[in-house]
């Protein structure tokens, strides 16, 4: 398939044209490199031996995407674009409504008068808020609830994607639902690459691993979990990809949309991600126990069955490869892409 790839030089993205070019698939990536860097692309061309054509433009500027689409036939997007970040989104509520969600429709708008109508859409677990215990693991059926303005962005995205499809039987469209992606090729060549201090957790321990901060703080450890940690489904990046591209392959006989979660099924605690990672590394990592955070739930992880049933995908690598491919890549890149 041709494919126009959104947000392709990102980090979900970058893994996403590797195994898409395995997959036998053509790339084109629209990014505008607001988080992202060029050379995350080259580096796809030395693993996948071909580099992704890249178009530098912005989702959110019609005439750049007008011209891409009547340059060029594709026969599905893949829409990675936009804005990421839980903390950033409260103090900058309005970037994120413009981005992700200003950008996306007009991405929408584009594909319809061009006739393209598979898509395959980047939502998140946040959708489902702060599940309550007895909804896990979490359906797609499970009730949806928005905490903050980068969750309400996904949500509402989700609810325009569903109503557009109910009133034009040509969509296709899959609402990738994924929990918590971690870890990096096993090559070591490309790898999540945050701003500034990351928030989340598995590049938080890689840069303390690799001596960029100082210690790990665990947000709790009276939770009522089994170790008092929080539990988590970590998915690692590469079978992350791997389920875009069985998504690619499923998109024609999906019609409408749909939401699918894509995560492991099963749950792991800070404590035993923590755990995984010093035996990835062979030797401590510096850690202490803090307060919880503000808006965090006890546990959060996916039913993955969906996934199974409708795209013959499931997880392949467990956490001590997303830790051995995280650490081999921060080790090998200390300062990113930089
Ligand atoms: P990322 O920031 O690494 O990649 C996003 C890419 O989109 C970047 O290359 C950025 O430059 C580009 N971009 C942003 N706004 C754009 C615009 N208006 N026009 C063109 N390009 C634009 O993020 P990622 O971790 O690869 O996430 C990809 C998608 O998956 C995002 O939509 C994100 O919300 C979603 N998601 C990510 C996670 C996660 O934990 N990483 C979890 C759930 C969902
Ligand atoms: C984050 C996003 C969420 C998104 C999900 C998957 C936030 C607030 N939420 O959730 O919207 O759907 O990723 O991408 O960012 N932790 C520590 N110490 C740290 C960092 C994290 O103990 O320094 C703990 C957290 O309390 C949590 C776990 O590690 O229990 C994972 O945290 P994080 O990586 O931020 O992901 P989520 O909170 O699941």
Known sequence: MNILV?????YIGSHTCIAAFAAGH????LDNLSNSSPEALRRVGKIAGKVPR????????????????????????????????????????????????SGTLVLLDEMRRHGLYNLIFSSSATVYGNPLPENLP???????????????T??????????????????????????????????????????GIPNNLMPYITQVAVGRLKE???????????????????????????????????????????????????????????????????????HKIGPRRAGDAAACYADASRALELLGWKTKRDSDAMCRDAWRWQSM????YK
């Open 6 to 10: 959104t947000g392709g030089a990102g």
């Open 26 to 29: 053509e790339i084109t990536v």
């Open 54 to 101: 890249l178009v530098v433009g912005d989702i959110g500027d019609r005439s750049v995407v007008k011209s891409l689409l009547d340059s060029e036939k594709f026969d599905a997007v893949i829409h990675f674009a936009g804005y990421k970040a839980v903390g950033e989104s409260v103090s900058k509520p309005w970037e994120y409504y413009v981005n992700n969600i």
């Open 138 to 152: 979490l359906k797609e059926s499970a009730p949806l609830a928005a905490l903050n303005p980068y969750g309400q």
């Open 154 to 195: 996904k949500l509402w995205l989700e609810d325009v994607m569903r109503a557009m499809s109910a009133a034009d039987p040509a969509w296709h469209i899959l609402l990738l639902r994924y929990f918590n992606p971690v870890g990096a090729h096993e090559s070591g060549l490309i790898g999540e690459d945050p701003a």
């Open 216 to 286: 790990l703080t665990i947000f709790g450890d009276d939770w009522p979990t089994p170790d008092g940690t929080c539990i988590r489904d970590y998915i690692h990046v590469c079978d992350l990809a791997e389920g875009h591209v069985a998504a690619l392959a499923k998109v024609a006989e999906l019609p409408g949309c749909t939401p699918i979660n894509l995560g492991s099924g099963s749950g792991v605690s800070v404590a035993q991600l923590v755990a995984s990672f010093e035996k990835a590394t062979g030797r401590p990592l510096p």
């Open 333 to 336: 890149n200390p300062k990113g």
